[in-house]
């Protein structure tokens, strides 16, 4: 390796939001010790890569990954390599040797460290000492109008399908008074949409003695300086209570989004997976939702393929999907990955069978969208707007409430308008994720 020290950094997050949150407060220790950010690999004297393993495509895009940017270190005038995040909490030692490209590993709860770890193991120069605090700030890399707020690490829930708990530890709630503090520098940085997230949204405060709960917390961040829309994500089923949904529709800022990973609605499915409750019913939480907030809108997380299904136990989801009719449908099949309970379980379902259900699920999915969405034909909507559409040349993008950032569709449009701007746009047609329409007027 030269003598010559980093001075330039390029990044690559994987995965959900909260890794993001993660990269965003690495990129900001590095950028107080001198670090300047790059768009390109090619530039980076410097590469950070923070990962997902939590299911088999998230390892194999992981590992394809840092092997593609491993390749700077040849070509480029990368000097140093450094992989983050669960990819190493998962597999650790056995990383060094399948991947001796990476000349730095740091496991998903000590990204705070980076700074010392790059000091001590000389593979870079840090002209300060990084700040000790996990919350010592962010170097935000998304747009300048949106942006999430992390409110507690890991998770206690023991789903027997998931290494979460296993690769972040156990639940943590941050402070309120840090999570406001952050929120209100966000807010002067110009963000208008904060996106709350957490392994688990609904369990906040339960581990703070004398701490304030989610609906608290909520009701403290909508009086926090000019957000506009603040969106709640992975809100844990049976925790939403009454009085969140109380909160959430007599507060103006809080969107009536409900984002559930549900996984499935069958009693020996949820069983096997370790979240059956006897107390709790998918279809009355659906309506309690819908009878309090009429217009909210249900995003959710749904699992096919679980050890031991039965074609009944699936077709009890589909016909649960049929009747709720959400707004938007996040799929996935079963993996047994090794290390989770359900690794071990009989009667496990082929994989052709498994991607065959996801696919019928998807399908249903998607024409219940549709549907909805052409409900909408002729109707005015307010719209964020993100910039100019790749997909579609010529016309602007944005997303309407019900619409977070990159999980689901979005608003495309006929205008002059900038990133940020808030505008009226008239729907005047509509497919299977997403709406068009021609922009009326700014707002």
């Known amino acids: 390796m030269s003598n010559r020290f ?91 040797q399948s991947l001796p490209e990476v000349d730095l590993f740091i496991g998903a709860d000590e990204f705070h460290t ?79 949409e904060l996106n709350v997230i957490a392994q688990d949204t609904t369990r906040y405060g339960e581990d703070l003695e004398n701490e304030i709960r989610l609906p608290g917390l909520l009701e403290r961040l909508a009086k926090v300086g000019d957000f506009r829309w603040i969106r ?14 109380d909160v959430i529709a007599e507060t103006e800022r809080l969107l009536p989004y409900f984002d559930l990973p549900l996984q499935h609605v069958s009693k020996p499915v949820l069983t096997r997976m370790g979240r059956w409750r006897p107390s709790w019913n998918p279809y009355r939480l659906i309506d309690r939702i819908r009878d309090r907030i009429p217009d909210a809108a249900i995003r959710l997380t749904i699992m096919v393929g679980f050890p031991g299904e039965t074609a009944r136990n699936y077709d009890e989801l589909v016909q649960f999907i049929d009747r709720v009719r959400p707004e938007h449908v ?20 082929p994989r052709r069978e498994r991607e065959k259900r996801l696919e019928g699920i998807m399908q249903l999915q998607a024409d219940i969208s549709r549907s909805k969405n052409s409900a909408g034909i002729g109707f005015d909507v307010t719209v964020l707007v993100e910039g100019p559409s790749d997909e579609y040349p010529g016309l602007l993008e944005g997303r309407a409430w019900w619409h977070a950032p990159e999980i689901d569709g979005a608003v495309f449009f006929e205008g002059i308008a900038g990133p940020g701007d808030w505008v009226r746009v008239r729907i005047t047609k509509a497919s299977d994720y997403d709406l068009f329409g021609r922009m009326i007027n700014r707002i």
């Open 6 to 96: 980093a001075q330039t950094v390029y990044y690559a997050t994987l995965g959900c939001p909260k890794n993001l949150v993660d990269t965003e407060r690495m990129a900001a220790i590095l950028q107080e010790s001198g670090y300047c950010w790059v768009h390109s690999p090619e530039q980076a004297d410097l590469i950070l890569v923070n990962t997902c393993s939590f299911i088999e495509p998230a390892v194999r895009e992981s590992a394809e990954t840092i092997l593609e940017l491993a390749e700077y270190k040849k070509t480029g005038q990368c000097k140093a390599l450094v992989v983050a995040g669960c990819l190493f909490s998962r597999f650790g030692g056995a990383l060094r």
């Open 114 to 192: 980076i700074g010392k770890r790059l000091r001590e193991s000389g593979l870079a120069r840090m002209d300060r000492k990084a700040p000790a605090s996990e919350r010592a700030g962010r170097f935000r890399s998304t747009p300048l109008f949106t942006s999430y707020l992390k409110i507690a690490e890991g998770c206690n829930n023991a789903c027997t399908f998931c290494l979460i708990p296993s690769l972040r530890g156990p639940y943590r709630s941050t402070p309120a008074q840090d999570l406001l503090r952050e929120a209100w520098n966000l807010s002067a940085e110009g963000v208008v």
């Open 232 to 245: 709640m994500l992975y809100l844990y089923p049976e925790r939403v209570t009454d009085e969140l949904l």
């Open 330 to 349: 996040g799929g996935f099949t079963f993996y047994p990955e090794e290390g989770i309970p359900a690794a071990g379980l009989p009667d496990q379902v």
